[in-house]
């Protein structure tokens, strides 16, 4: 991959001042809130607290086959783009040993409960790569660990045969950007239901919910402990939403119902054996959805690596999101560069390519840096054009 000049060719002074300038993080301890709209329904979902000044997007996506339950994503970041903070989409897996059946659309295939450190240790081979390097895990904010304590809790009663868990864990990770290091606190809890049952309902299901901090080296032990002490990454929902929901669930699973009932009327007993799947599947979903309002905890953008649902953008735009950057074309190729910048230049020469990017759409570099400069196009990652 091709290292652009960064960051786009500005002075050391400049530089040091964009990671290192005074009161940054003291200037986000202002917090305000933002909505998260629903598209599906036309209306308000969420409320979310970021820093003010800071900028925001988010939006709800459908859960996958194995979990009818709407999730949460958003990201908010500094005006400079070097701050962040992001939660996923929800990671959803069932298992049932006893029936032969692949994973459905849109959920994971691990066949067992997982750990929240298990899990991690999948996640960070998801997002792996641009030089990605692990440090080793960071403690958990008592707050956190408190609402997860409480997911658990809520898990347990939702009936007699069914064992619910929550556990939680946080690494920080290292990405090379440029010249410079960028720390990341990757963070999961993972619920799991397990139903003590025999037969074709043995088995569970787990979801996981990721949280990603984002700051220069040196930075992101400040912005985990404004994040932390505010519980930013908290997502509560709107009740009038709420009930929509429910009441289009109720609906979907009613005309699933009556389209089972009339196979099972066929007397064909392979559909009647999955109808009792179903059904038990859905109430145990909507039985924790349910208990996970209470609580305030939801689904945590974009279909993870071809596990999430048709509705999420393509693979290769997810993982270019994942390592915060961008795919561009030019004369010289296609490329991968920082994320950060809303435009990306080119000069090649033979076999060598120099790069320089800007937010500035005025900025020419040509006259004033040597070279014939060229301004790419940004391309979806996988080097379609849009």
Not at 37 to 54: E, L, N, Q, R, S
Not at 68 to 82: C, K, Q, T
Not at 284 to 313: D, L, Y
Request: with cysteine; glycine share 8%; charged share 15%.
């Amino acid at each position: 991959m091709p290292r652009p000049l960064m960051p786009s060719l500005l002075s050391f002074g400049a530089i040091a001042l964009a990671f290192f300038g005074p009161g940054r993080l003291a200037q986000a301890d202002n917090l305000t809130t933002v909505n998260i709209t629903d598209p599906a329904y036309g209306m308000k979902a969420f409320t979310i607290t970021i820093p003010a000044g800071w900028k925001f997007q988010g939006t709800v996506l459908p859960g996958p086959e194995c979990s009818n339950i709407p999730m949460p994503v958003f990201r908010a970041y500094s005006p400079d783009g070097l701050n962040e903070m992001r939660l996923e989409p929800t990671f959803e897996w069932t298992y049932h040993p006893n029936m032969k059946m692949k994973a459905p659309n849109g959920c994971l295939d691990y066949g067992k409960p997982l750990t929240a450190e298990e899990f991690l240790k999948h996640y960070e081979e998801m997002v792996a790569g641009n030089g990605m390097r692990v440090i080793g895990p960071m403690a958990i904010a008592p707050s956190y660990q408190k609402r997860v304590d409480g997911v658990a809790n809520n898990m347990s009663h939702i009936s007699p045969n069914i064992k619910g868990s929550a556990t939680a864990a946080a690494v920080r990770v290292e990405t090379p950007n440029g010249t410079f290091v960028i720390e990341q606190r990757l963070r999961v809890y993972v619920e799991c239901r397990v139903n003590n049952s025999t037969g074709a309902l043995a088995g569970g299901g787990c979801s996981a919910h990721v949280d990603v901090l984002r700051a220069p080296k040196g930075k992101l032990d400040a912005l985990a402990a404004l994040v932390d002490a505010h519980d930013l990454v908290r997502t509560p929902h709107e009740d009038a939403w709420l009930q929509q929901v429910l009441r289009h669930q109720a609906a979907v699973d009613q005309q699933r119902f009556e389209q089972l009932h009339r196979q099972q009327e066929a007397g064909n007993a392979m559909l009647r054996q999955q109808h009792e799947q179903f059904m038990a599947s859905s109430q145990r979903n909507h039985a924790a959805f349910m208990k996970q309002q209470e609580s305030s905890f939801h689904s945590s953008m974009n279909n993870a690596n071809n596990a999430m649902n048709a509705r999420t953008t393509a693979t290769s735009d997810w993982v270019d999101y994942s390592l915060d950057q961008q795919t561009v074309a030019g004369p010289g190729g296609t490329a991968k560069v920082s994320s950060a910048y809303g435009h990306t230049w080119s000069n090649t020469t033979g076999n060598q390519t120099q790069w320089y990017q800007t937010n500035d759409p005025n900025t020419n570099p040509n006259g004033i840096l040597p070279g014939n400069w060229v301004e790419n196009t940004k391309v979806h990652g996988n080097g379609q054009s849009y």
